[in-house]
């Protein structure tokens, strides 16, 4: 085995990159009484929206559940921090930006991640939605002030007056008993609507405006609110700090040989045994094909429920605590809930290169109680075993077709993925001429179509809108569809840009033309020869007016826009259990979706 001994650096980043899973945490709720600093303008209130037409304001209904920024001459605007102060943190909370608005989040009162209206933005800055804002220096000159920040790997914004989804992960600058700093702040994941836009981050020192100036072990949550309206909600912040676990007082034997179950183990001898003070001084023994048991102590510092877990790259893994004994072995891995004592608490594991191809050593993680998932030994060949990802050239192929999973339903074989310039995407069910999803943002990962064997799945790479499950959409005036459909394929008539796909709808030809506007703020779609009756735009139940022809869909938080004159107001019905959004047709349909 050839085993990590630097386990302690990083372990929270690492953990994150092996997709270790962690034991369930108690989140902190926080609402506007959390917070202190209100100088009139925040106030809790039950619903928001915006007219993107309508600069730097929001709208609200009377309520609760909002806590709602509404800076005005009387009340201007003011951040607002927690009482409470925190050191490690997972923080997540939506958040609605007014039109052309900014905030931002100051972890510990002192690193930014920037809020900002940055929709149809394609070239990111620090400064942009979801970028770690720059330090600043004031002796610098002009222009290079700011330094040392960080801008989201993509630009996975939402539309002004739609709720954006943030996730944190966030390691605090660390200490010695003497104050001095030992270890610089991380940001070791930041998703913006599902999107990975930072990860493993190291920060510095305090971003501009900080709260201190200087590096702290804990600092409250502070969110500006001196930049214009925005608004929150469902806002948990999940503290870790409790001591990391150690592991002591190992024991082991190795035995030769592709070893599958414990059974073959009768009658063997140990080629190698001894003891070691942790699993990373457990030295090197056998080369080739072997299995190895350890018997150790795991000192935690609070009692309680704890996730283990145990990975073994390519061979069999085997766990047990206290007075249990493992009586078999499971593929790759095994992860267990378990609870454990305050102090030391037996483990045994079982670690079985069962083949010559077979990594050595294995993967070690735990969380719980106030525990951020944290590894406890992370060999080096297991360390990084994922596969370069295969990405979508959109220069070469901004048009690409394949299969698509989508949220519950069975694997899509006929989806044709479009891309544009403008980083607007859309994908479309050729079987039933649904426009099942959007996203901007980058385009698509092809590696599990293209990796290996492949599965012919390619993922969308941006914050994904699944706008609609596959159905026929043009249905008559009872909400019945026609069952002929015959598709007829597409046509490239301004590059991706512009498309138009055909089909048969009872023996009908009709041409569904979708074209990416050229502001970059969604799509226009043109179905003509579909008759009289309805059109379905999307899954959904709710629909808000904005304005006359303007409408935002809640749900899947995009906008639609079109004639209303001409069409009429649109309607919800629900079929067979599928709620959607529904336009009259007169002939055919001419509408917008902005997202």
């Known amino acids: 085995m050839i085993l990590n001994k630097h386990v302690g650096l990083f372990t929270a980043a690492l953990a994150l990159q092996l997709g270790i899973v962690q034991a369930q945490q108690n989140p902190v709720k926080l609402d506007l009484s959390s917070f202190n600093g209100n100088k009139g303008s925040w106030t809790e209130v039950g619903k928001v929206w915006a007219d993107p037409a309508v600069p730097s304001m929001l709208k609200s209904t009377d309520g609760s559940g909002v806590i709602a920024n509404l800076p005005s001459k009387k009340n201007p605007g003011a951040d607002i921090t927690t009482t409470e102060k925190y050191g490690d943190v997972d923080l997540s909370l939506e958040y609605m930006v007014a039109p052309g608005s900014n905030s931002g989040v100051y972890l510990q009162g002192n690193y930014e991640i920037q809020i900002l209206d940055s929709w149809t933005t394609t070239n990111t800055k620090p400064g942009d939605n979801g970028g770690i804002y720059q330090r600043w220096d004031e002796s610098k000159p002009d222009g290079q002030k700011g330094y040392q920040g960080y801008a989201p790997r993509q630009n996975a914004s939402k539309a002004p007056g739609v709720w954006q989804k943030l996730e944190v992960s966030f390691q605090a600058a660390k200490f010695d008993d003497s104050g001095k700093k030992t270890e610089n702040a991380r940001f070791l994941s930041v998703k913006l609507n599902g999107v990975t836009i930072h990860e493993n981050l190291e920060v510095f020192g305090p971003t501009r405006g900080s709260m201190t100036g200087e590096d702290v072990a804990l600092g409250p949550l502070r969110i500006q609110g001196d930049h214009g309206a925005v608004a929150f909600r469902n806002i948990e912040i999940t503290p870790f700090n409790t001591q990391t676990p150690t592991v002591s007082n190992v024991n082991y034997e190795t035995f030769q040989g592709s070893i599958n179950n414990l059974e073959e183990l009768a009658g063997k001898t140990a080629v190698a045994k001894g003891s070691a003070a942790s699993l990373s001084e457990v030295p090197a023994s056998v080369s080739d094909v072997n299995l190895t048991k350890y018997t ?300």
């Open 296 to 595: 150790a102590n795991l000192n935690v510092a609070e009692a309680g429920e704890y996730q283990i877990t145990l990975q073994v790259p390519g061979g069999l893994a085997g766990f047990a605590t206290g007075s249990e004994s493992i009586s078999n072995l499971t593929d790759r891995g095994v992860r267990v809930n378990k609870q454990l004592k305050a102090g030391d608490n037996p483990i045994q594991i079982i670690a079985s290169k069962n083949r010559n191809w077979s990594v050595d050593g294995f993967n070690l993680a735990i969380s719980g109680p106030g525990l951020r998932s944290t590894n406890l030994l992370v060999s080096e060949a297991g360390a990084n075993q994922d596969t370069d990802p295969i990405l979508v050239d959109v220069d070469e192929t901004p048009v690409l077709r394949s299969f698509r999973d989508i949220p519950n339903h069975k694997r899509l074989s006929h989806v044709v993925s479009v891309a544009s310039k403008e980083q607007v995407n859309y994908a479309y069910e050729m079987e039933t001429g649904t426009l099942i999803q959007l996203w901007r943002g980058e385009f698509l990962d092809a590696t599990p179509m293209w990796n290996s064997r492949g599965n012919g799945v390619s993922i969308p790479r941006g914050a994904v809108i699944n706008l609609a499950a596959p159905a026929v959409n043009a249905v008559s005036s009872d909400y019945s569809a026609s069952k002929e459909f015959r598709t007829k394929g597409y046509q490239l008539m301004n590059g991706s840009e512009d498309v138009v796909f055909s089909y048969l709808l009872s023996g009908q030809s009709v041409k569904d033309e979708i074209k990416v506007l050229e502001s970059g703020k969604g799509i226009s779609r043109t179905v003509s020869g579909i008759g009289n009756g309805f059109y379905k735009v999307a899954a959904g139940t709710e629909i808000q007016k904005i304005n006359k022809g303007y409408y935002l869909l809640p749900e899947t938080g995009v906008y639609l826009e079109y004639d209303e004159t001409t069409y009429g107001a649109p309607v919800t019905h629900t079929t067979d259990g599928n709620a959607g959004i529904y336009l009259p047709a007169k002939g055919n349909i001419v509408y917008n979706l902005l997202f």
